[in-house]
């Protein structure tokens, strides 16, 4: 297994200029560094270094920490401190096949309760990720254009329960869907993926959906368990 990173190419911004509190900043930051791999698993998070880069104090860098652990994004390891968290590939898999469970069902009650011009709003949040990903877009426009998709997908679904059990997930699933795009070919793969499914979701043909997007999600689990593996080898 390669040794843990020492150094990134992370370029903190400038905190204190909007209403937020300093730790949600600096937690907001350090999330979309992590999600983004500008700081990768096993990253180690020195105090120090993130109150220099953020221009905050260590109290506030320790509670951002403390909430991004919560999160599962950050592992507090004794006698060293705070590392980026790296997960198994058993923990991947399972998550992967947590995200076909959810999803699926999410997709099944969007078909089932969605009105037509939320069908639009899901064919237009595909378009733009499909334009990012001939363009080869950067992986942060690619994860918001496709977090775009989500948040229409499961405000269409209408379910509270639903949209909570993809939010605890979602930080993890980020992390896991910027591996998975930072791979060749995989964003184009995955926009026509998004195609063909909405226009399932049109059609209101509900098995197709259900099997067009647990088909999305394995595929992406190949490309991220596959760069995962090549990682560790």
């Known amino acids: 297994m390669h040794d843990a990173p020492t150094t990134s190419q992370w370029t903190a911004p400038a905190l204190g200029r909007v209403a937020a509190p300093l730790r949600e900043q600096a937690c907001d930051a350090l999330r979309q560094a992590i999600i983004s791999l500008e700081l990768p698993p ?46 198994s590939a058993r923990e991947t898999a399972d998550l992967y096949e947590a995200r076909v469970a959810i999803e699926a069902l999410v997709v099944r009650r969007f078909v089932e309760r969605a009105a037509d011009p939320a069908i639009d709003d899901l064919r237009a949040a595909v378009e733009e990720f499909a334009v990012l990903s001939e363009r080869g877009g ?49 964003p184009k793969r995955a926009a026509e993926e998004l195609r063909d499914l909405v226009e399932a979701i049109a059609a209101r043909d509900v098995l197709a959906a259900e099997r ?22």
């Open 42 to 87: 096993g990253y180690r998070l020195v105090e120090r270094e993130l109150i220099q880069r953020l221009g905050v104090s260590r109290t506030t860098v320790r509670e951002a920490l403390r909430e991004l652990e919560s999160e599962g994004l950050v592992t507090v390891i004794p006698q060293r401190g705070a590392v980026v968290a790296t997960l």
């Open 212 to 233: 067009l997007c647990s088909a999305h999600v394995r595929a992406a689990a190949n490309t991220g368990l596959g760069a995962l593996r090549h990682a560790d080898s």
């Open 138 to 186: 950067d992986i942060a426009q690619m994860l918001a254009a496709k977090d775009k998709f989500y948040d229409v997908l499961v405000r269409g679904a209408g379910s509270p329960p639903l949209q909570q059990l993809l939010g605890s997930l979602q930080a993890r699933v980020r992390q896991l869907r910027a591996t998975s795009l930072s791979q060749d070919e995989r």
